[in-house]
């Protein structure tokens, strides 16, 4: 039975600033925020992709993605992206959602597989940063950025870490993958009273759930779902969308539902 391993490299340079850098004149964003989500921050990582995802030890691509959908504005920007096989099936679709001015999920829908498969994540790391396997949430103290799966995997008994000069790596091992399934991360600056992320079980295996605690100790409840969904419980509130944030506690905004693109 194959097992699924996350990996980390590469540099991350940059300085972090949720700005309207991802978005593009009209409200449309820039589709480089599919490939490099951490450009929400005002960063970039080398290569053609950060958050890469690999199947069986095939790195997936992620230029030209097909947008399906997205929507920019005050509070949260949202893209949606696919890549389809030569018959013309979705196989792969990413989505980034970044709440302003706090923290960002990235989501890969693994569509186009069955069973058991060794999946692969490599994230951008800078210099001197590190991956710690912390149990069931391996978490990335990247630098700049703070980084934290979310994926449902059961985790293997061994883990490894390491830290070093930018093109080292750490190794978390899990337990195996059945595809189709999301893979999911939450990331925000990398900094006293960051935000706390929680994964949230959810109902429905390809909604993907986490309770995000802000510093002032307001709660965001984030449902990501791989359609439009009628009806996304969060926070015991009923929210409709591609993705909602139910929100509560001192100094929390309104909910947050997007449901309509630019």
Same mark, same amino acid.
């Not at 097909?66 to 096989?85: C, L, M, N, T, Y």
């Not at 993907?208 to 605690?213: E, I």
């Given at each position: 039975?194959?097992?699924?391993?996350?990996?980390?490299?590469?540099?991350?340079?940059?300085?972090?600033?949720?700005?309207?850098?991802?978005?593009?004149?009209? +409200?449309?964003?820039?589709?480089?925020?599919?490939?490099?989500?951490?450009?929400?921050?005002?960063?970039?990582?080398?290569?053609?992709?950060?958050?890469? $995802?690999?199947?069986?030890?095939?790195?997936?691509?992620? *230029? *030209?993605?097909?947008?399906?959908?997205?929507?920019?504005?005050?509070?949260?920007?949202?893209?949606?992206?696919?890549?389809?096989?030569?018959? +013309?099936?979705?196989?792969?679709?990413? =989505?980034?959602?970044?709440?302003?001015?706090?923290?960002?999920?990235?989501?890969?829908?693994?569509?186009?597989?069955?069973?058991?498969? $060794?999946?692969?994540?490599?994230?951008?790391?800078? *210099?001197?940063?590190?991956?710690?396997?912390?149990?069931?949430?391996?978490?990335?103290?990247?630098? =700049?950025?703070?980084?934290?799966?979310?994926?449902?995997?059961?985790?293997?008994?061994?883990?490894?870490?390491?830290?070093?000069?930018?093109?080292?790596?750490?190794?978390?091992?899990? +337990?195996?993958?059945?595809?189709?399934?999301?893979?999911?991360?939450?990331? *925000?600056?990398?900094?006293?009273?960051?935000?706390?992320?929680?994964?949230?079980?959810?109902?429905?295996?390809?909604?993907?759930?986490?309770?995000?605690?802000?510093?002032?100790?307001?709660?965001?409840?984030?449902?990501?779902?791989? $359609?439009?969904?009628?009806?996304?419980?969060?926070?015991?509130?009923?929210?409709?969308?591609?993705?909602?944030?139910?929100?509560?506690?001192?100094?929390?905004?309104?909910?947050? $539902?997007?449901?309509?693109?630019?």
């Amino acid at each position: 039975m194959k097992h699924t391993k996350f990996l980390a490299y590469a540099a991350l340079a940059g300085v972090l600033n949720f700005g309207s850098a991802t978005a593009e004149p009209g +409200g449309k964003l820039d589709p480089l925020l599919l490939s490099h989500p951490e450009t929400a921050f005002g960063a970039q990582t080398s290569g053609e992709a950060n958050f890469v $995802e690999s199947i069986d030890q095939k790195v997936l691509s992620y *230029s *030209s993605p097909e947008i399906v959908f997205q929507k920019s504005g005050a509070e949260a920007d949202f893209i949606v992206g696919v890549w389809r096989d030569s018959q +013309g099936k979705v196989v792969h679709q990413r =989505e980034v959602l970044i709440v302003k001015p706090d923290y960002g999920v990235v989501v890969d829908y693994l569509l186009g597989w069955k069973g058991n498969h $060794e999946v692969a994540c490599a994230i951008g790391i800078p *210099s001197g940063g590190s991956v710690a396997d912390t149990g069931s949430n391996p978490a990335v103290g990247a630098g =700049e950025l703070a980084i934290q799966r979310l994926g449902l995997a059961k985790p293997a008994p061994a883990s490894e870490a390491a830290s070093g000069p930018a093109g080292t790596h750490a190794l978390a091992q899990t +337990g195996p993958i059945t595809l189709p399934a999301p893979i999911a991360w939450a990331f *925000s600056r990398n900094q006293s009273g960051a935000p706390k992320f929680e994964p949230i079980q959810a109902a429905n295996p390809m909604v993907v759930k986490c309770r995000v605690t802000l510093p002032g100790g307001s709660i965001d409840e984030v449902g990501i779902a791989w $359609e439009f969904r009628d009806q996304l419980h969060l926070g015991g509130k009923v929210l409709k969308g591609w993705a909602a944030i139910a929100r509560k506690g001192p100094g929390a905004g309104t909910d947050i $539902e997007i449901k309509q693109a630019n």
